[in-house]
């Protein structure tokens, strides 16, 4: 209905000029997480950039309100509260290898805006605030209000969220431009127990001394190693070899003294698709499991979560745990961390489960399986999420999408959350447009100025037909 006009209103080259603007405002400041102090609960720097867009919102005649540096929301009217926009200012620490610009020197390069927030997520912040001063300067007649909630604590927890909902009812409409287009209404659960198993102090040899694989929960190891006692670099490179043909991963052998240093070298890859790394402490496990290790309890465990985590398996197969539905997909399943000492070992392990999965055939499964090796093991589930594909909102949302891009709206499931995880009824919409990869998290990290002007159409046209 609005389609000509709303087209009409962003073909105006200031609009570019001033989201351009906006985002470059926003990417200059830091808002890393840091310590919290007085009146900051993430620090200084998710805290300044609250502040900065709040000040973006006055600038443009909205009314705004600061809920004590967690999240600052911005009114598009005094209606009663429709839908609500979640963004979020917070940003992760800028890593290393920038070669277009500095990580907070925003800098434009053939249509394409750099620095770190540009796509995560200040570039949509922007959006979706041109998107609420378009509704306003077309004087479109609306029964309800769109709210944007500007929170600064997506990147390490989503307290946030929280904090604010806490103190304020959810709305009737939800989504979050911190994702993708064209719609994501399933996001998988969670289940992330910590595991463990002791043993008495050994003497024998040959045996492991120590293990160490992983650095995150949420990542496929790509490095793990290991100590032996009383094994020589010569008789353990045919083992070595074997294996690294059955794996593909490969192990670098270093004599220390009386010990054995192995360095097993994988594929990292991210705990929602495990299936696209190559797991170095399964493959690891894998080689230990065949040397000649004397018949100690830390063998006995290197057999047992061979057993239970075979290299390869990222489904949960061996576990026990392994299932699927038709609108959610498979179980994953990615064995990130593991920690053995003298004396015993700790680890953990990052599903992501679907919608049919619960405490009965996933819990309790894997409770049963680490019970018949003596291990024991705690940690609870996170729920699936699942708004469904017939739902007002969602229907709403892809016939917008339709309207501007000219592309099939469809739903897509993850296996990873979003900021909407926890909030009945919602989804996350934009603002990447499909097959674009703005290097999220890593250097040179950008969005598309003209896709982001799109996106801000197609939220403009969301926010008419959600609540007029």
Not at 208 to 229: D, M, W
Not at 420 to 443: E, K, L, T
Request: aromatic share 8%; glycine share 10%; net charge negative.
């Amino acid at each position: 209905m609005y389609k000509q006009q709303i087209d009409s209103y962003f073909a105006d080259p200031a609009r570019r000029a001033q989201l351009v603007e906006h985002i470059s405002r926003l990417v200059r400041v830091r808002s890393v997480r840091e310590e919290a102090k007085p009146g900051m609960p993430f620090g200084p720097g998710p805290a300044a950039a609250l502040a900065e867009g709040l000040k973006l919102a006055e600038e443009l005649g909205f009314s705004v309100q600061n809920y004590d540096n967690y999240v600052g929301t911005v009114d598009l009217n005094g209606q009663d509260t429709a839908l609500h926009i979640l963004c979020h200012l917070d940003v992760v620490g800028e890593c290393t290898g920038w070669t277009v610009t500095a990580p907070y020197e925003p800098k434009e390069v053939d249509g394409m805006l750099y620095g770190r927030g540009t796509d995560d997520d200040k570039g949509p912040a922007c959006a979706v605030l041109m998107a609420m001063q378009a509704v306003k300067d077309l004087g479109v007649p609306l029964k309800h209000n769109a709210r944007l909630i500007l929170g600064t604590d997506e990147e390490s927890g989503s307290e946030d969220l929280s904090y604010y909902y806490g103190k304020e009812s959810y709305a009737p409409y939800t989504f979050s431009p911190d994702a993708e287009f064209p719609l994501i209404n399933i996001e998988k659960g969670s289940y992330r127990p910590v595991f463990t198993k002791s043993w008495e102090a050994e003497t024998a040899t040959p045996r492991l001394k120590e293990f160490h694989g992983g650095f995150r929960t949420n990542v496929v190891p790509p490095e793990a190693e290991c100590v032996l006692a009383g094994l020589s670099a010569e008789a353990v490179r045919p083992y070595c070899d074997t294996t690294a043909e059955l794996t593909g991963a490969s192990y670098e052998l270093k004599e220390e003294g009386d010990d054995l240093r192995i360095l097993c070298h994988g594929k990292g890859a991210h705990a929602s698709t495990p299936e696209e790394g190559n797991n170095a402490i399964t493959a690891l496990l894998e080689l230990l499991c065949t040397l000649p290790l004397a018949k100690v309890g830390s063998t006995a465990a290197l057999h047992a979560l061979n057993a239970l985590f075979p290299h390869g398996d990222w489904g949960g197969k061996a576990l026990g745990v392994a299932q699927s539905d038709e609108i959610s997909g498979v179980l994953t399943l990615a064995f990130s961390l593991l920690e053995i000492t003298e004396t015993g070992l700790r680890g953990q392990f990052d599903s992501r489960v679907p919608i049919c999965a619960n405490e009965e055939n996933c819990k309790a499964a894997a409770e049963a399986s680490f019970a018949r090796f003596g291990f024991t093991a705690e940690g609870g589930m996170q729920e699936p999420h699942h708004t469904p594909a017939d739902s007002p909102l969602v229907k709403t949302l892809l016939r917008c999408y339709e309207q501007f891009t000219g592309q099939p709206g469809k739903c897509l499931a993850i296996g990873g959350g979003t900021y909407v995880h926890d909030i009945p009824g919602g989804v996350a919409f934009g603002c990447c447009m499909p097959g674009f990869n703005g290097n999220m998290h890593g250097a040179d990290e950008h969005t598309c100025i003209a896709d982001q002007l799109t996106a801000a159409k197609i939220f403009t046209q969301a926010i008419i037909d959600l609540c007029s």
